[in-house]
């Protein structure tokens, strides 16, 4: 029998812990890439890629009202949580996702100011902490500054951190 997949149907927007919803229009969560290397050592056929770490990430929201406290947030580190909503086409169950993101504010973009439309700011965050949980779940935690890269229950960077000492 053909499923229809749980589309994200809906989400909210949490800076400082004070609610956005119906004022957050958009939102992106980051994308994690690991970083590689290519290497081709002797007797391969063709190179390999090496995990270097992560690259950057970045998040951003949209609001459709300038927020006086959200346009100061530039140059502070107030935690951002994003909880996307799934829900399935054949009955109404749905999967609830928790995105915290924390880093530091570092872009206010301000729309072209038009008479008669609307004119939203556009927040960025640059991301050095990111958690996502499902349901309940952790499915990652990623702490650029502890050195902690958990997917799936696996720690990945625990026996470099431990033979850096600390």
Do not use: C
């Not at 090496?50 to 929201?61: K, Y």
């Not at 300038?66 to 951002?80: A, D, F, K, S």
Request: proline share 4%.
């Amino acid at each position: 029998m053909m499923q229809y997949p749980r589309k994200i149907v809906n989400f909210n927007a949490f800076i400082g812990g004070v609610s956005y919803a119906g004022r957050a229009t958009e939102a992106k969560i980051p994308e994690v890439k690991i970083q590689t290397a290519a290497h081709r050592g002797s007797g391969m056929d063709g190179s390999s890629a090496v995990d270097m770490g992560l690259e950057a990430m970045q998040a951003e929201v949209t609001l459709a009202e300038w927020v006086p406290g959200l346009i100061t947030l530039p140059g502070t580190r107030e935690r951002m949580v994003l909880r996307p909503v799934a829900k399935a086409q054949e009955t109404n169950e749905a999967d609830g996702y928790i995105a915290t993101l924390g880093g530091l504010w570092t872009v206010v973009n301000f729309a072209d100011l038009k008479p008669g439309s609307d004119v939203p700011i556009k927040l960025t965050l640059e991301v050095d902490y990111f958690r996502m949980v499902k349901d309940g779940d952790e499915l990652f935690e990623i702490d650029i500054q502890a050195g902690k890269r958990v997917i799936g229950g696996v720690d990945q960077l625990a026996e470099i951190r431990d033979k850096m000492g600390f």
